[in-house]
């Protein structure tokens, strides 16, 4: 099969769409599939150029048998609705001119969070006669609704009926939870086009490490030191100033718990003002890391700590940094609104969940866990024989069967 896929993001980017896409299609090209990727030059999360590329009108490459090819885009940072939209819509056009070029596809797939992308996707199966599969991983423009950038107005309103016609146009959709799914039924789209397939990790990259990388542990004092670890983006979504009145409560209860921050995003430099800001001596922030160092930083790591701001939109999605987790074989400590994620938390039996907001409570579950070193065995054990059911290669296969079964 020939597969064109589109995805604004992609490695050397190490956000969780660009890891997806790229770990899938691995899959697909040993599947003897021709896979091609259309995309940006790598700019996330700061919306800066990636050392070593160019945003040029056209460049391609070749990744692991994946072809690339790269388009010009406006570049913005992960911040904000205005300048955002203006580089979504400049890869959507360019992705649109570019593809008709192209050679012919068996098939189209575009992904989300920001559905654009599916436009230039559904524009494409289009101008080609294919069809357009769409991949959603959340709900846009509800999402950003949500975070306060985009009220109930004119443009919202027509944002969700584009959002509406993509979803029926799509010939198939792939949803990464049940609630995404139950979401689009409610909506009047066919429930018999939609596929749920979560989402996975890679166990080649991430396995789980019984020795602390030493280097790190001796560089940044971390010896002794339970750590917490969040890595990933420090955006709007992730209510980190949460975890940081947390830190500050638990280092006047416990000294041995510490907070390490590895990422980047909008919200990184108030973050780490924030934290000066209350003195809290037991956090550490570290810039964004290339994919081969991640696991040396997961590695130090005691528990993994997933978190997202007390919104309804999130009580649909998984963030990718649960699976990353069973990957590496480490309790999971979820705060978050009760939905999907704790629903995947209780079931694998693997973690902690508390609700968002509330930093006493959070302090007090986090050093309870801390003194019950039997459960935190016991919470490990399970995330490690987790790891196996979600993994990345069960996904790409289910992907491709779907798309099998319904069109051939």
Not at 160 to 184: D, M, P
Not at 223 to 237: A, D, L
Not at 368 to 392: H, I, P, V, W
Request: charged content about 25%; glycine content about 6%; proline content about 4%.
């Amino acid at each position: 099969m020939k597969i064109l896929f589109l995805s604004d993001n992609f490695p050397p980017e190490v956000n969780a769409a660009a890891s997806r896409v790229y770990e899938r299609s691995c899959y697909w090209v040993k599947s003897n599939h021709q896979v091609s990727v259309m995309t940006s030059a790598p700019n996330f999360p700061l919306g800066k150029l990636f050392k070593g590329y160019q945003n040029k009108w056209v460049q391609k490459e070749t990744m692991d048998g994946i072809q690339l090819i790269r388009v010009k885009t406006f570049m913005a940072p992960n911040k904000g609705f205005l300048l955002r939209t203006i580089d979504f819509l400049s890869y959507m056009v360019m992705a649109i001119i570019i593809g008709a070029f192209q050679p012919k596809p068996d098939v189209i797939i575009a992904t989300s969070p920001q559905f654009f992308t599916a436009v230039a996707g559904w524009a494409l199966s289009k101008i080609k006669r294919v069809p357009f599969i769409f991949e959603i991983g959340d709900l846009w423009p509800e999402s950003i609704k949500g975070l306060g950038l985009l009220g109930d107005s004119i443009i919202y309103r027509t944002l969700e009926k584009l959002e509406l016609f993509l979803y029926r146009q799509a010939s198939l959709i792939v949803a990464q939870t049940n609630a995404l799914k139950a979401n689009l039924v409610a909506r009047g789209v066919n429930p018999r086009k939609i596929q749920v397939i979560l989402n996975g990790v890679e166990l080649n990259t991430y396995k789980s490490i019984l020795k602390k990388d030493d280097e790190i542990t001796r560089d940044y004092k971390l010896q002794g030191k339970f750590i917490v670890g969040y890595i990933g983006t420090h955006g709007m979504s992730q209510d980190l100033k949460n975890v940081i009145d947390c830190a500050k409560i638990v280092e006047d209860k416990c000294k041995d718990i510490f907070f390490l921050f590895v990422g980047d995003g909008a919200e990184k430099e108030e973050l780490i003002r924030y934290s000066k800001a209350l003195d809290a001596k037991n956090t550490l922030f570290i810039p964004l890391q290339p994919k081969s160092e991640i696991t040396r930083w997961w590695s130090v790591c005691d528990l993994s700590l997933v978190t997202l701001k007390n919104l309804p939109i999130f009580k649909t999605i998984i963030p990718s940094k649960i699976f990353e987790s069973f990957g590496m074989g480490l309790p999971v400590f979820l705060v978050a609104p009760e939905g999907e994620a704790s629903q995947l938390i209780a079931k694998e039996k693997l973690g902690v969940h508390v609700a968002p907001q509330d930093a006493q409570v959070f302090a007090s579950k986090l050093i309870d866990l801390y003194q019950n070193n039997s459960q935190l065995k016991t919470l490990a054990e399970a995330s490690r024989l987790a790891a196996k059911q979600y993994s990345r290669e069960k996904q790409a296969r289910e992907f491709l069967d779907f798309i099998g079964q319904k069109i051939g």
